[in-house]
C-alpha cells in the first residue's frame, strides 16, 4: 500500500465556516431563553412569601372554624362564630371569632375575637369569599289545640237517700272526679272546667260564707293543699230548698287527660254556712264524697257515698301540626387571595365537625361556676346578671343552684325569631311557690308576650308544673298543668315562634301541646329570667339552654 492509497479526514474551511455560524445562533436562543427566564422570576422573596403568609391564615381559620360551634352570622366577606373554649385559658367560656373584609379590593382581612377589637392579619386583600352548604331540619309537633263545645264532664245526680252534710269551722267535704271515659277521646290533648254546679242550701242564720274549690287529687284520692281556683258561696244566696248553684271558673285549665281534681267545699268562718246534699248510696254508682273533721289536715274518702254535682268543661284535640325548620352549616367554602396576583389565590372546601346551628344569640348554663361571670357565648360580656345584689357563689352546690334571687339573660334580646329554651328545674320544699322561669319574647313597640312557668312540691312529694301567659298586665291565664311529677328535676322545654304566636310545650320530654300566648304593652326586661317565685327557699336549678334562630 502506498501513501496515497489512504483516504485522508478533515473539514474544509466553508464546512467550518458553517459550523461557527450554527453554534452562535445556538448560544444566542439560548442566551435569550435564560433573559426570558430571568425575567420571570421574582426580584425578591416577596411574591412567595406572600403566598406562605396567604396560607398561614387560611390555615387557621380554617381549623377554627371546623371546631365551630354555633354560627351567629354568615355572609360571604365575613363570619362570626363560637367555639368551646378553645384556647383553653380555663375561664370555662366559649371564644366569639369574627373573620371579615370590607369586599373593597385592598382593604385588610380582619380578625375579631370575644368582642374587642378588628385586628388586621392580611393585607391588601383582593378577595375573601365564603359559600355556605346548608342542611335543614324540621321538628313537626302539634298545632294549637281545637276546643270542643261545653259539655258536661263529670256528674252525679242520684236520689235514692239523700242527706246533707253541715259545713262548719273543720267540717268540710269534697267530691273526687276525673272527665268521664265517655267524653276522653284517643286524641284528647287537654280539658277544663268551665263551671261546677252543686246542690247546696242555707243553713241558720243565713250570714256566713264557704269557698268552692277545685284542687288536684293525690294517689288516694284526696285534695291537694293546692288551690287552682275558687269561688266564694254566701249562704244568704243559697235556695232553702233542694236546688243547684252554679260557679264559674275560667283558670283551671290546660289539664292532662289523666288528671283528676277534687271540688272542695270549705268553710269561710263563723258558724255552720251551708249544708251540701250527697246520695249515701252506691246503687246507682255513687262514690268519691271526701269528709274532713280537722279542717283539711285529713280526709277520708268514701267509696259508697257521692255530692250531687255537675262538672262542666271543654275537651280540647291537636289542631293542624306546626313546623320548625332549622338551618345547619356542614361545609364552607372558601377563596382568599392577598396581593395582585391571581395564581396566588388559595381555594378550599371546609368540612364542619360539629355542624353547627346558625344561630343569632343562644345561652348555656349548668351551673358549674358563677352564671354572672361566664361569657359561654363569647361576646365579651357576662352572659347573666342578677336583678338586685350580687350573685352568691354560696348558692351553687354539685352543678345544682340553690335560688336565692333572679338571674336574667344578658345582654337584651327581643326573642322575635324561633325560640327554643329548655331548663331543668325544682322545688325541694313544701308549701313554698317553687322555681320560675319566665319568657319575655316577641318584644316591639313596647309591646311583648310573657310566658311563665313554675314547679312546686306538694305535700305528697311530687311536684306540679303550671305554665301561664298573660293577656293583660293584671290578668293570668294558665295554659298547662301537670301534677305528679316525681320530687328529681323536672325538664322543660319551650319553644317559642312568634309567626304564629305561639308556645309548644314538653315536660321530661313528652308532648304537652301548643298554646297561644298573648301579647301587651309593658316596659319588662327583653330577657329570659329564671327566680324562686316569691323568693321560695326551696328553688333549685341544674340546667338552662336558650337558642335564638336557627331559621336561616
Not at 31 to 48: Q, R, V, Y
Not at 300 to 312: D, G, H, K, T
Not at 449 to 468: H, K, M, N, P, S
Not at 490 to 510: A, S
Request: glycine share 8%; net charge negative.
Amino acid at each position: 500500500m502506498t501513501y496515497g492509497d489512504y483516504q485522508r479526514f478533515g473539514f474544509t474551511l466553508t464546512e467550518m465556516l458553517v459550523t461557527v455560524g450554527m453554534i452562535g445562533i445556538i448560544m444566542v436562543g439560548m442566551g435569550s431563553a435564560i433573559l426570558i427566564a430571568a425575567k420571570a422570576l421574582p426580584e425578591d422573596a416577596e411574591a412567595s412569601s406572600q403566598l406562605i403568609h396567604t396560607g398561614l391564615i387560611a390555615d387557621d381559620l380554617v381549623t377554627e372554624l371546623q371546631n365551630a360551634c354555633h354560627i351567629v352570622e354568615r355572609t360571604s366577606n365575613a363570619i362570626t362564630f363560637t367555639i368551646a373554649d378553645y384556647y383553653d385559658d380555663n375561664d370555662n367560656s366559649s371564644e366569639r371569632i369574627r373573620y371579615a373584609w370590607s369586599g373593597t379590593p385592598g382593604d385588610p382581612l380582619t380578625r375579631q375575637h370575644n368582642g374587642g377589637s378588628e385586628i388586621p392579619i392580611l393585607e391588601n386583600v383582593q378577595q375573601f369569599n365564603l359559600v355556605y352548604d346548608l342542611k335543614s331540619l324540621t321538628e313537626q309537633y302539634p298545632g294549637l289545640p281545637v276546643e270542643g263545645p261545653e259539655q258536661i264532664l263529670s256528674s252525679y245526680t242520684g236520689a235514692i237517700d239523700l242527706k246533707e252534710y253541715k259545713v262548719d269551722d273543720n267540717l268540710w267535704c269534697g267530691q273526687y272526679f276525673k272527665p268521664s271515659a265517655a267524653v276522653l277521646t284517643s286524641d284528647t290533648l287537654s280539658w277544663r272546667v268551665t263551671r261546677v254546679l252543686l246542690m247546696a242550701i242555707q243553713n241558720s242564720p243565713v250570714k256566713e260564707y264557704s269557698f268552692v274549690q277545685l284542687r288536684p287529687a293525690d294517689d288516694n284520692y284526696s285534695p291537694t293543699s293546692t288551690v287552682l281556683e275558687e269561688q266564694i258561696m254566701y249562704e244568704n244566696n243559697l235556695p232553702r230548698s233542694y236546688a243547684w248553684t252554679e260557679f264559674f271558673f275560667t283558670n283551671v285549665a290546660g289539664l292532662a287527660p289523666e288528671d283528676d281534681l277534687c271540688l272542695v267545699v270549705k268553710h269561710g268562718g263563723g258558724g255552720p254556712s251551708c249544708r251540701i246534699i250527697f246520695e249515701n248510696n252506691n246503687s246507682n254508682g255513687a262514690t268519691g264524697m271526701l269528709k274532713t273533721t280537722d279542717a283539711g289536715a285529713n280526709w277520708n274518702y268514701e267509696p259508697a257515698q257521692s255530692m250531687l254535682y255537675y262538672i262542666w268543661g271543654t275537651i280540647s284535640a291537636p289542631g293542624p301540626d306546626q313546623i320548625a325548620t332549622r338551618q345547619y352549616v356542614t361545609g364552607i367554602k372558601l377563596s382568599l387571595q392577598a396581593g395582585d396576583d391571581y395564581e396566588s389565590q388559595i381555594n378550599t372546601a371546609i368540612r364542619m365537625l360539629n355542624t353547627p346551628e346558625l344561630l343569632s344569640a343562644w345561652w348555656e348554663l349548668d351551673f358549674h361556676t358563677s352564671p354572672t361571670d361566664l361569657d359561654m357565648n363569647g361576646d365579651g360580656i357576662s352572659d347573666w346578671v342578677t336583678g338586685s345584689g350580687s350573685f352568691n357563689p354560696g348558692t351553687l352546690f354539685g352543678d345544682v343552684w340553690s335560688a336565692d334571687r333572679a338571674i336574667y339573660s344578658n345582654p337584651a334580646n327581643d326573642f322575635v325569631e324561633l325560640t327554643t329554651v329548655e331548663v331543668e328545674f325544682r322545688d325541694i320544699t313544701i308549701g313554698g311557690f317553687g322555681a320560675g322561669v319566665k319568657l319575655y319574647v316577641d318584644s316591639s313597640d313596647n309591646t311583648c308576650g310573657i310566658i311563665y312557668a313554675t314547679v312546686g312540691r306538694e305535700d305528697d312529694g311530687t311536684q306540679t308544673l303550671c305554665l301561664y301567659t298573660k293577656p293583660s298586665a293584671g290578668t293570668v291565664k294558665k295554659l298547662v298543668m301537670v301534677t305528679g311529677l316525681s320530687s328529681g328535676f323536672v325538664n322543660l322545654r319551650l319553644l317559642v315562634d312568634p309567626n304564629f304566636n305561639t308556645v309548644n310545650i314538653k315536660i321530661n320530654g313528652e308532648e304537652n301541646g301548643t298554646y297561644n300566648y298573648y301579647r301587651f304593652a309593658t316596659t319588662n326586661y327583653h330577657a329570659i329570667e329564671l327566680t324562686p317565685v316569691d323568693y321560695d327557699t326551696g328553688a333549685e336549678f341544674n340546667y338552662v339552654s336558650i337558642r335564638v334562630g336557627g331559621t336561616g
